[in-house]
């Protein structure tokens, strides 16, 4: 069965700095991967998702993630955060075969600094 | 639309209360899921819905049971909660659905949630 790890429970940046989330899924072949992004009490918005061709994927709000298979890695990044960009980000792994859920990650959650 | 509605917001009910949660959408999507999510917690899988059947139960308790009376939408029907089921309950739905419990693997568009409180 597939899985996901995020590593940092917790990132603080300043605003404006660049942002990076960390990624790792654990599949036996190229899964389908999804970043979403939840504000607290909200449902979830889905920001970018890698099916297959390039690996540099671009998604809503400036963010974008690198499909890397070498290092079972797909990394969430952000030039510039904004004190809006504040929120719970969860990586998700759908699976390409039967029976296999849809899975998340524990989530990084990101507090922004004015 | 592209968007999936749920009814109530929030919802407050006591053990011995019946009540219902309820999710639309008008995407002509064929899978619906619910899922759990307590705080600083990814979301947990209940149940899914393919083709407006039951395809995957996730080992719930009975105090929850789910319908799907058509296509667009999605019930959740409670009765009977403990404390501990006191959550954000998140609807979702995703264009493919198959039979027999298979996948689904595009993306998925969630609702809201209800904010539920079991007293």
């Known amino acids: 069965a597939q899985s996901v790890t995020q590593p940092d429970i917790h990132i603080t940046v300043s605003e404006g700095a660049s942002l990076e989330l960390r990624c790792n899924y654990s599949?036996?072949?190229?899964?389908?991967l999804f970043w979403y992004v939840q504000s607290p009490g909200q449902g979830l918005q889905l920001l970018l998702k890698y099916f297959s061709g390039d690996t540099l994927v671009q998604g809503i709000k400036g963010f974008e993630a690198e499909f890397k298979r070498s290092q079972s890695s797909f990394n969430l990044r952000k030039p510039s955060v904004h004190w809006s960009d504040a929120a719970e980000y969860f990586c998700?792994?759908?699976?390409?075969?039967?029976?296999?859920?849809?899975?998340f990650g524990p989530g990084t959650r990101l507090s922004v600094l004015p | 639309d592209t968007e999936v509605t749920q009814t109530p917001k929030h919802l407050v009910m006591g053990m011995t209360n019946k009540k219902s949660l309820k999710c639309e959408q008008h995407?002509?999507?064929?899978?619906m899921y619910w899922y759990k999510q307590k705080a600083k917690k990814p979301p947990e899988l209940m149940f899914v819905y393919s083709y407006e059947k039951l395809s995957i139960n996730e080992s719930v308790p009975s105090r929850f049971s789910p319908e799907c009376p058509n296509s667009s939408l999605l019930n959740l029907h409670l009765h009977a909660l403990q404390p501990e089921d006191s959550a954000l309950y998140l609807c979702?739905?995703?264009?493919?659905?198959?039979?027999?419990?298979?996948?689904?693997?595009?993306?998925?568009?969630f609702g809201p949630g209800t904010r539920l409180t079991v007293l």
């Open positions: 599949y036996g072949a190229t899964p389908y």
């Open positions: 998700a792994v759908g699976a390409r075969s039967y029976g296999q859920n849809f899975v």
């Open positions: 995407m002509g999507h064929r899978a």
């Open positions: 979702a739905s995703s264009q493919e659905g198959a039979e027999g419990g298979t996948v689904n693997y595009n993306e998925q568009f």
